[in-house]
Structures are given as structure tokens and as C-alpha cells.
């Protein structure tokens, strides 16, 4: 088989800095242009597109990250529905929400924040609300869509990465892509997404034997495993392309905190193309393709298209 061939990267001179990934301004934009297609649409139909986010437990960080998505919601012109339950609430009511929220008309998306509090199975709960409501696309119907490339709800994040990657590169035929972790969340998702591109793609994960030698391979590397500045500047090839997923809050000397991700950025700078910054690269994207997907799921509903 044949196809383009990663080439061997020019040496980098030493005062070389790759360029940021501006996320935050990429999502600014996006959520701009969901605003008018969210005006267009309530024009059209005389509907405005309807979230429910649904909170499990009073966990502090779950709950500014859900007041936040109501923020950006009804900023985008639509209508947010918010649910907040006590960490005692069981399996059952929490389904039984969920069925109330499948049934309502003026529900177009529901997400239910995770994790979820112990004793609850995220999984059955994921896959009980109706596929063309499953804006986070974590579902089977949505998930299994996603693997034999048919239109559907795909996760928030990977989708980010995707937009962002696609901005910085265009066409990505042929390129080697190495996704650094493999959850259902992020990894296997963009995985797919990244092959759907024309990308020759390796997973590594926990089991891999030589993470490093791998991730040096690669023209684009993402990274989304949760341990902090795990990938370090030698593990990356010149003038890659990084999209660093995580996010971390670290002690500084000072006593202060401050945000960190999965790629030890002052390194990696030196020595990648392109990278994202934490914060400011992929987090932002992550609710902007919440609203993207709340809107592409009232357009289903609505008017029977997959955007």
C-alpha cells in the first residue's frame, strides 16, 4: 500500500517556538455562529433548541463546569434546563428523570454530567437517553455511528480537537496521528475521527511497551491520559502538531496554583509546530460542540437532518 510518507522534519534553530493553538478564540468564534444558526432555526420552525444538564452530588469543580454550559446556553439563545440531585439519589430516580426529559418536547439534548456519584452505573444511565438527545454522544447508538463512520452525536471534546485540527492542517490525509490514551471519553473517539481523516493512527495506552518512541513518530500527537505533563519535549518529533487534553491544577513554590496539562509545555514549545496551551486550548472547544451538538440534535428532531 502506498501513500504520503511523513517527511524528515528540517532542524529547528534554537531560538524556535511553536505557535499556539488559540482554542479560546476558535470557540468564541464558533459559539458566534451558533448564534445565528440558533436564531435561523427558531425563525424557521418556532423553536428554540432545549438542554438539560442533569448533576449528581454537590462536587464543586462539576458544578461551576455545569453553570457554566447554562451560561453559554442561553448566551447561544437557547433554553437551558438545569437539575441538580443530592449524591443520595438513586438509580432509579435518576432514570426515571431521564425518561421524564426523553419524553419532553422541549428537550432536544440531555447530558448527564459524569462521574457519577458511587453506586450509580454511568453506563446504563449514558445509554437510556435516546440517541438523537445524546449530546455528549457517549451512548452505543451514537458510539457505534461514530465507528462505522454514519452521521451522528459525536463527543464534545474529540469533535473540538477535530475543528482545531482541521483549521491548523486541512487536509490530513496520510499523516501518522498518535493518540495518547484511550478512554471512551476522548481517545477512542477521536481515534476514529482522525482514521475518518484519511490519518494513519496508533493508540497508545497504558500497556504500550515504548510510549515515547512512538509518540516521536508522530506528525500529529494528541494527548489525553489525566497524568500531568506525562509527554515531555524529547518524546515529540520536530514541528509536530500537539493537542494536549488535559488539565491539572499544580502548587507553585509561591503557594500559589496554576493549570497544567497532560505535555510538559515549556518543553514541548521548543521543539513542536503547533501546540494547544492549557489553559486556553481544548477546554474552551468542550462546551462550544455541547452547543453545537444541542443544535445539530433540535435540527434532527425538528427537521429530520444530521448536520
Known amino acids: 500500500m ?20 488559540d482554542g479560546k478564540a476558535f470557540a468564541t468564534t464558533l459559539r458566534e455562529t451558533i448564534r445565528q444558526d440558533v436564531q435561523d432555526f427558531r425563525a424557521r420552525h ?72 458511587a453506586g450509580l452505573d454511568a453506563g446504563r444511565v449514558t445509554n437510556a437517553i435516546l440517541p438523537e438527545k445524546d449530546v455528549d454522544g457517549l451512548g452505543v447508538v451514537n458510539a457505534g455511528r461514530l465507528a462505522v463512520n454514519q452521521p451522528g452525536l459525536i463527543p464534545c471534546t474529540p469533535l473540538g480537537c477535530l475543528m482545531l485540527l482541521r483549521d491548523q ?63 515531555r519535549g524529547d518524546w515529540i518529533k520536530p514541528g509536530a502538531t500537539v493537542i494536549d487534553v488535559g488539565i491539572s491544577r499544580v502548587q507553585t513554590p509561591e503557594g500559589k496554583s496554576r493549570l497544567v496539562g497532560d505535555v510538559a509545555f515549556d518543553e514541548a514549545v521548543t521543539v513542536a509546530g503547533r501546540i494547544t496551551p492549557v489553559p486556553g486550548g481544548v477546554g474552551p472547544m468542550t462546551i462550544a460542540c455541547l452547543l453545537n451538538n444541542t443544535l445539530a440534535a433540535a435540527r434532527l428532531q425538528v427537521e429530520g437532518t444530521q448536520a
Open 2 to 21: 502506498t501513500g504520503p510518507m511523513s517527511s524528515t522534519p528540517p532542524p529547528l534553530s534554537p531560538d524556535h517556538k511553536a505557535s499556539l493553538i
Open 46 to 117: 418556532g423553536v428554540t433548541p432545549g438542554l438539560a444538564v442533569v448533576l449528581v452530588g454537590n462536587d464543586p469543580a462539576s458544578e461551576v463546569y455545569v453553570r457554566n454550559k447554562a451560561i453559554q446556553t442561553h448566551h447561544a439563545g437557547m433554553r437551558s434546563f438545569m437539575h441538580m440531585l443530592p449524591e443520595s439519589t438513586s438509580e432509579a430516580e435518576l432514570m426515571g428523570l431521564v425518561e421524564r426529559l426523553n419524553k419532553d418536547p422541549e428537550i432536544h439534548g440531555i447530558l448527564v454530567q459524569l462521574p457519577l456519584p
Open 169 to 231: 492542517l486541512g487536509d490530513m490525509t496520510g499523516l501518522h496521528a498518535v493518540v495518547i490514551g484511550c478512554s471512551n471519553l476522548v481517545g477512542k473517539p477521536l481515534s476514529l475521527l482522525l482514521l475518518a481523516e484519511g490519518c494513519t493512527v496508533s493508540i497508545a495506552h497504558i500497556h504500550t511497551r515504548d510510549t515515547a518512541a512512538l509518540a516521536r513518530e508522530a506528525d500529529i500527537l494528541v494527548v489525553a491520559t489525566g497524568c500531568r505533563e506525562l509527554v
